[in-house]
Nanobody
Framework: QVQLVESGGGLVQAGGSLRLSCAGS????????MGWFRQAPGREREFVGA????????NYADSVKGRFTISRDNAKKTVYLQMNSLKPEDTAVYYC?????????????????WGQGTQVTVSS
């Protein structure tokens, strides 16, 4: 089992940057595929991106491709989401999630563990 805690959210102006962190627990953190999702008010939770267990391969939603970058440091049991060129439509609660079996899946149902979320607000 793994517990996930996100941090790094906040208020930023359009065009700015934020880096979110997701700290995990447990000895087998490196065995989990990790993903980032977000949920805006009144909308369904959506896929942002995912990273392979080793960290060498990533997958992104078209809406963030070229602006967001996911990385992980398994020694620190932490996954990062670097967000650049932020837009007001990026405003949402951002969640990290861990998958036991899936490899960079965009599907919510493939993830077994979730963090509590961190709010990101982008002002225009």
């Amino acid at each position: 089992q793994v517990q996930l805690v996100e941090s790094g959210g906040g208020l930023v102006q359009a065009g700015g940057s934020l880096r979110l962190s997701c700290a995990g627990s447990g000895r087998t953190f490196s065995s989990y595929g990790m993903g980032w999702f977000r949920q805006a008010p009144g909308r369904e939770r959506e896929f942002v991106g995912a990273i392979s267990r080793i960290g060498g391969v990533t997958n992104y939603a078209d809406s963030v491709k070229g602006r967001f970058t996911i990385s992980r440091d398994n020694a620190k049991k932490t996954v990062y989401l670097q967000m650049n060129s932020l837009k007001p439509e990026d405003t949402a609660v951002y969640y990290c999630a861990a998958s036991i079996a899936a490899h960079m899946s965009p599907h919510i149902s493939d993830y077994n563990y979730w963090g509590q979320g961190t709010q990101v607000t982008v002002s225009s």
